[in-house]
């Protein structure tokens, strides 16, 4: 494999060129090219570079709509509904958030309810946008179905990240997991290595626990927390879909196959201003804890080492793995 790194830009553009290539309207193909990159220089490559195949082979089957007509709708002062027409999710909650902030400003606190919507990447990246602009926003999603509800065994849920994002200087606090124990592609990886998984990450198809990665992804991801963790699943499934009118995560296909129907998820985002709560020290509170955090030996902020790996990304530019480009 080639040692050559390839700068930022360039692989941003060279990205966004193979998804023009297979039918991706031009400026979404930059916005999508952009967040790959970025996720992959924030050390997230499940949500990064590894995508570009399978987008691109979604793109030429139509499971993702190459040139969304997506509409957004704001039917009330502080409520923003996009339509994503199947298309990326990632430009569709550009713009929900471009309208969304503003009616934050405006009315103090908005929603935006993103439907018939793909995969949204890297879930954090929409609400330290939103944080970077002294908004704090918090991101619910819902994903093809991966978890079963707490004592069965058939997948109902995904594994539907949460973000949040609380503006600080110099970068946003940025809170970023998905309600899974582990992410389901450490159980892909080993199924490839046919390396066995530790116990309590998975179980089978019969609800058993199991160190087996194949027997795991035929049955179930386990949630983060136990049943806390599994009620916490089904809270988001629900604002991610019921509120937004997209697809629960056992009616959505996968992101990763060609062929089938678009997956049709959701996404939800509550964006807060403030400075409409008429107390003018949050981000002086936001700093004290901060830094009681940091006084602790040992302590760190969750999130932030995404900085530092993304700076010298930049600086450094990247090594391309092979089968990202032809």
């Not at 019969?206 to 983060?224: C, I, N, R, Y």
């Not at 927390?225 to 959505?252: C, N, R, S």
Request: hydrophobic share 45%; proline share 8%.
């Amino acid at each position: 494999m080639s040692t050559a790194r390839i700068p930022w830009a360039d692989l941003s553009a060279r990205i966004a060129a193979r998804l023009q290539a297979a039918g991706a309207d031009p400026a979404d193909a930059t916005i999508v090219a952009e967040a790959l990159v970025t996720g992959e220089a924030d050390g997230q490559s499940g949500h990064g570079l590894s995508r570009v195949p399978s987008y691109s082979a979604q793109l030429e089957t139509g499971k993702i709509t190459a040139r969304p007509r997506r509409r957004v709708i704001r039917s009330k002062p502080g409520a923003i509904f996009v339509d994503a027409d199947c298309g990326f999710a990632i430009p569709a909650i550009h713009e929900g958030l471009t309208a969304g902030i503003a009616a934050a400003r405006e009315q103090g606190v908005a929603g935006v309810a993103i439907g018939n919507s793909h995969h949204s990447g890297v879930a954090g990246h929409h609400v330290e946008r939103a944080a970077r602009v002294g908004i704090v926003a918090l991101s619910f999603s819902n994903t093809p179905a991966g978890i079963a509800p707490w004592g069965g065994s058939v997948p109902l849920f995904g594994t539907n990240p949460v973000a949040i994002g609380f503006p600080h200087a110099p970068d946003p606090l940025v809170i970023d997991l998905s309600l899974s124990r582990v992410a389901r592609g450490k159980v892909m990886v080993a199924a490839q290595r046919g390396e066995p998984i530790p116990l309590g990450w998975a179980v089978d198809a019969q609800g058993q626990p199991t160190t087996d990665p194949k027997s795991a992804l035929a049955g179930s991801m386990l949630p983060m927390g136990e049943a806390k963790g599994a009620a916490l699943v089904l809270a988001v499934e629900l604002l991610a879909t019921a509120l937004t009118g997209a697809q629960f995560g056992f009616e959505a296909s996968s992101f990763f196959e060609a062929a089938g129907d678009p997956p049709r998820i959701g996404q939800f985002f509550i964006l807060i201003d403030p400075a409409a709560f008429g107390h003018t020290g949050f981000a002086a509170r936001v700093n004290m804890l901060l830094e009681a955090i940091l006084a602790q030996p040992g302590a760190r902020l969750p999130g932030m080492q995404r900085y530092s790996k993304r700076a010298a990304a930049a600086a450094n530019g990247f090594i391309l793995p092979p089968g990202i480009l032809p």
